[in-house]
């Protein structure tokens, strides 16, 4: 049975959410230049959240999407079978724009170089950032860094970090599992 501890409970991950609005707001003034996209799955919950609590703030309404990159990805194709794709919602051009890209969880980087790679199929931005919840740091195999952070968490090469959302598994937390030995 894995081990799990929660490294983020639901206070700590609601200031999370308000420090990086802050500092979001702070970077891109009232947004009209600005463009947030949640790379499917994970990142859209969490762009969700973001664009929620930037609307309550006062920011006016900009343009949001959701982006999947399932068929850009260098492991579709897995031993496990393949990956199951889920729907890119983007119906606006990012041509010029500041994208702000957001994903739950950067490990790799794999994941933010296939969101690049689709996301050039809507224009060329002006700028693109990195906003994730948690940075897996020392664990990243490609020259990719997030310019906005939740937390960060150093793990073990056996250690998963699960981001949970209310909606979901009822309540915001995030976890940390690792296999007993």
């Excluded at 990086?20 to 959240?49: K, P, W």
Aim: charged fraction near 25%; glycine fraction near 6%.
């Amino acid at each position: 049975m894995p081990a799990q501890q929660i490294i983020h409970n639901a206070a700590r991950f609601a200031l999370t959410i308000e420090r990086l609005c802050r500092h979001l707001i702070e970077e891109h003034g009232d947004f009209s230049d600005t463009c947030i996209i949640g790379i499917q799955t994970g990142g859209v919950q969490l762009a969700a959240r973001i664009r929620q609590r930037l609307l309550e703030m006062g920011i006016n309404s900009f343009p949001y999407g959701k982006l999947d990159t399932t068929f850009y990805r260098d492991d579709f194709r897995t031993a496990k079978g393949p990956l199951t794709p889920h729907q890119t919602e983007i119906d606006f051009l990012v041509e010029d724009k500041r994208v702000i890209l957001v994903d739950d969880v950067l490990y790799s980087g794999r994941t933010t170089l296939s969101a690049l790679t689709a996301l050039n199929h809507y224009g060329r931005p002006a700028q693109v950032e990195l906003l994730v919840m948690v940075d897996r740091r020392f664990r990243r195999t490609l020259p990719i860094r997030a310019d906005y952070r939740g937390i960060s968490v150093d793990t073990l090469h056996d250690e998963y970090v699960d981001v949970q959302w209310a909606e979901q598994q009822g309540t915001d937390q995030i976890l940390l599992t690792s296999s007993e030995t």
